[in-house]
């Protein structure tokens, strides 16, 4: 028994994967967090707050001219529309968990 025109009445529209350039932002972001150790932290927020993303990328657009004193607007834009994004969340979050790159020790003298 087919359904017709109800198929794909109340299906969401899957989001697009993040770019490479906004996986490098999001990289470089979680970067930050985690070497503050604020990586738990994040991670615990974001999930927590899941529901409430789209929500709070509207309050950014509200916010706009406010963090644009502080922020260039493309910067703004950008974490607004990664915010929407539940696979640039997902990505992000993936990010925060993972662990930081092994440094190069090689060149480092160690002290007597």
Do not use: C, S
């Not at 359904?3 to 993040?18: L, Q, S, T, V, Y």
């Not at 990664?82 to 092994?102: I, Q, S, T």
Request: glycine share 8%; hydrophobic share 40%.
């Amino acid at each position: 028994m087919a359904m017709g025109i109800w198929d794909n009445a109340f299906k969401i529209p899957e989001p697009p994967e993040p770019t490479p350039e906004e996986k490098k932002l999001l990289d470089a972001l979680a970067q930050k967090v985690r070497e503050r150790g604020m990586g738990d932290v994040a991670v615990f927020a974001l999930e927590g707050t899941r529901p409430m993303h789209g929500l709070g990328a509207q309050g950014v657009t509200f916010l706009e001219p406010l963090l644009a004193m502080a922020f260039r607007k493309e910067e703004v834009e950008k974490y607004r529309t990664l915010l929407e994004n539940r696979k640039a969340v997902d990505y992000f979050v993936e990010r925060l968990g993972a662990e930081p790159p092994e440094k190069d020790d090689t060149n480092v003298k160690e002290r007597p």
